[in-house]
């Protein structure tokens, strides 16, 4: 079964600094690649998958996130964190050639500091 | 266009009490979705629907757990009896289709408290 872990619980930066979020993904074969936000209160939203082809993938809100496949890693990046960023950050996976349907890793929290 | 709306938002409830949480999708999305997120963790997929049939139920605990999408249209989620484990946030989400990629849309939640 696929699996994905997001090593970092919390990540802290400063606004205006680069940030870099961690994934590592566990599947035989080149997955569905998501990443996804949730602010406070609020439900999941999209910020950019990875289904084939360019491996560098540009998202919503100026996140974007590099494929690598021999490191099993997608990780997210955003080259200046705005305060409004400060929210959870979901990593996810689905099976190539069949289901889209997530399997979550357990989040990042991102805290921005003024 | 409106999203998809989920109520309530908090509940407060007894171990052993029942619960039922209301979800309606976006217009014309014919697959939901609910999720079960216990804190610290990300979402766990519960069950699926496809218009008014179930696609996927492999993780809903049958036994407590039961769901509904009598019309196709919105849903409700069933906890019978609760347990103290099933304090978490139910997340419901629709997409056009499952067959073709469609991205899901999430509802803001349903917070359930057991104690």
């Known amino acids: 079964a696929q699996s994905v872990t997001q090593p970092d619980i919390h990540i802290t930066v400063s606004e205006g600094a680069s940030l870099e979020l961690r994934c590592n993904y566990s599947?035989?074969?080149?997955?569905?690649l998501f990443w996804y936000v949730q602010s406070p209160g609020q439900g999941l939203q999209l910020l950019l998958k990875?289904?084939?082809?360019?491996?560098l993938v540009q998202g919503i809100k100026g996140f974007e996130a590099e494929f690598k496949r021999s490191q099993s890693s997608f990780n997210l990046r955003k080259p200046s964190v705005h305060w409004s960023d400060a929210a959870e950050y979901f990593c996810?996976?689905?099976?190539?050639?069949?289901?889209?349907?997530?399997?979550f890793g357990r989040g990042t929290s991102l805290i921005v500091h003024p | 266009e409106a999203g998809v709306a989920q109520s309530p938002r908090y509940k407060i409830i007894e171990k052993r009490q029942s619960v039922a949480f209301w979800c309606n999708p976006i217009?014309?999305?014919?697959?939901l979705y609910w999720y079960q997120q216990i804190l610290g963790q990300g979402p766990k997929l519960l069950i699926q629907?496809?218009?008014?049939?179930?696609?996927?139920d492999s993780q809903l605990p049958k036994d407590r757990f039961s769901a509904e999408r009598l019309k196709g249209v919105d849903s409700t989620l069933k906890i019978q009896p609760a347990k103290l484990e099933d304090s978490a946030v139910y997340l419901c989400?629709?997409?056009?289709?499952?067959?073709?990629?469609?991205?899901?849309?999430f509802g803001p939640g349903t917070r359930l408290t057991v104690l």
């Open positions: 990875y289904f084939s082809g360019d491996t």
């Open positions: 989400a629709s997409s056009m289709d499952p067959g073709d990629y469609n991205e899901q849309f």
């Open positions: 629907f496809q218009n008014n049939g179930v696609v996927d």
């Open positions: 996810a996976v689905g099976l190539s050639g069949g289901s889209y349907i997530p399997t």
């Open positions: 599947y035989g074969a080149t997955p569905y």
């Open positions: 217009s014309g999305h014919a697959t």
